[in-house]
């Protein structure tokens, strides 16, 4: 069925940003312009008010399926993308069994199928069980479906195992994602390692642990010349390096999370285990880092670090609790902060979440031109709105933000050309 947007603000990053009508039929962007001619039978909405852009992409995401269902399904996780605005999400490995083979992969990409929601695409580990000592076989990952490889989570320590994925991933031309942690210098933290550490008696994680793999990574790109993306930069130290390799030309890409450029350290006091993840929440000034390294194209892409847990795990004291929190739900509003702070104008803020992504993995989404998927996002820019996560469509509630009034709701979203979320009636 063809479908007809009118009247709204359509921002296609770098491309397009003006009022006009968007025409959607057999699954692709089929024209924009002033006075679209529509087919009859159309299906028709009105956009007045409203933002039209290219369907979100996150390259971030814990989907928990195979393995730990009662955490997120595929399919539950699809439904909180699609309710967040996201059309296209990739799947970190670190699933039981890990995504290190084909049958896994093509299991996931069946599971996404059946959802019909959300574009998913997994993310292949690198080495077998992400266990860091013996390489995955990247090239039947690749041709299986895999976008990129990394075991998230968990960082490759070997620096000569890493050489190795990316002299294959470059012979595949798949990205590489790190999860930049020293192990040896993290060991035991569970928070920030400063001041509030030590005030609350809690094991600190030193932002030098992320810094050293930052830095090994941005060594181990020049040398292979390997296309490295940086998962959750989270250090001053971090955007420092990724802008000095940048300039040098180095094929490097990064992403920050919604948390990191929005709570603090501060945020641990009172123990609550929803502000525990990891990269752990830094500094007022990583905080101002991450935000200048967005500012500045330093930071390519926002990706929230989806990563479900159930009640009872968060339930536990803070050394013990899992770190994560669930992202796709808030990501637009804490983005969209941004905006109204006068850190990104409002077409940087959406090309973050849509064009900078689909760059960065080379996926052919993120654009509203015509012929493309249609994978389109309409939001409410203005409407406020308080954060339930009773009423969040993953199956996790873990997040920092609850309670928080925010600004700008995603009102529809269109995959392939059909309508997958409304927010009037819930997912389709
Ligand atoms: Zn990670």
Wanted: net charge negative; aromatic share 4%; with cysteine.
């Amino acid at each position: 069925m063809a479908i007809l947007i009118s009247g709204g603000q359509i921002i296609d990053p770098g491309r397009f940003n003006g009022i006009a009508d968007l025409l959607i039929d057999q699954g692709r962007i089929a024209s924009i312009g002033a006075d679209v001619k529509a087919p009859t039978g159309v299906m028709k909405i009105a956009a007045e008010g409203r933002l039209v852009v290219p369907g979100f992409v996150d390259l971030h995401v814990h989907f928990r399926e195979p393995g730990y269902e009662y955490k997120e399904t595929i399919r539950s996780g699809a439904a909180s993308a699609v309710a967040g605005g996201f059309t296209t999400v990739c799947c970190m490995p670190n699933t039981n069994p890990v995504n290190d083979n084909q049958a896994i992969t093509e299991f996931m990409l069946e599971r996404a199928r059946a959802a019909g929601l959300a574009n998913v695409l997994p993310i292949g580990a690198i080495t077998k069980g992400s266990e860091g000592k013996e390489l995955a076989e990247i090239g039947d990952l690749r041709r299986a479906g895999c976008v990129a490889i990394s075991d998230d989570g968990k960082p490759v320590m070997s620096s000569l195992v890493m050489r190795r994925a990316m002299e294959y991933a470059l012979a595949f031309d798949v990205p590489v994602v790190d999860h930049c942690e020293d192990l040896h210098l993290a060991e035991g933290g569970c928070m920030n390692e400063g001041l509030v550490s030590t005030e609350l008696g809690l094991p600190g994680i030193p932002s030098a642990a992320e810094d050293v793999m930052v830095a090994r990574n941005v060594a181990l790109a020049e040398l292979t010349g390997a296309r490295l993306h940086l998962a959750h930069i989270s250090t001053e130290g971090s955007v420092r390096m990724v802008r000095e390799a940048k300039s040098r030309g180095i094929h490097v890409t990064a992403e920050a999370c919604p948390h990191h450029f929005t709570i603090t350290e501060e945020a641990v006091r009172g123990y609550d285990t929803c502000a525990k993840m990891n990269p752990p929440l830094r500094t007022w000034k990583d905080v101002q880092a991450i935000k200048d390294g967005l500012r500045d194209g330093t930071i390519d892409v926002i990706a929230t670090d989806h990563a479900p847990h159930a009640t009872q795990e968060k339930q536990q004291g803070f050394t013990e609790a899992p770190f994560g929190i669930v992202g796709l739900e808030t990501a637009l509003s804490l983005t969209l902060a941004l905006v109204d702070e006068g850190v990104l104008s409002l077409e940087a803020a959406i090309g973050k979440l849509s064009t900078g992504p689909a760059h960065a993995f080379g996926l052919n989404k993120g654009t509203l031109a015509v012929g493309s998927d249609a994978d389109v996002t309409i939001i409410d820019p203005h409407e406020q709105w308080k954060v339930d996560p009773t009423k969040f469509r993953s199956k996790s509630r873990n997040t920092p933000f609850a309670g928080w009034k925010v600004k700008g709701r995603v009102h529809t979203t269109i995959v392939g050309g059909r309508v997958v979320f409304d927010a009037a009636v819930g997912e389709q």
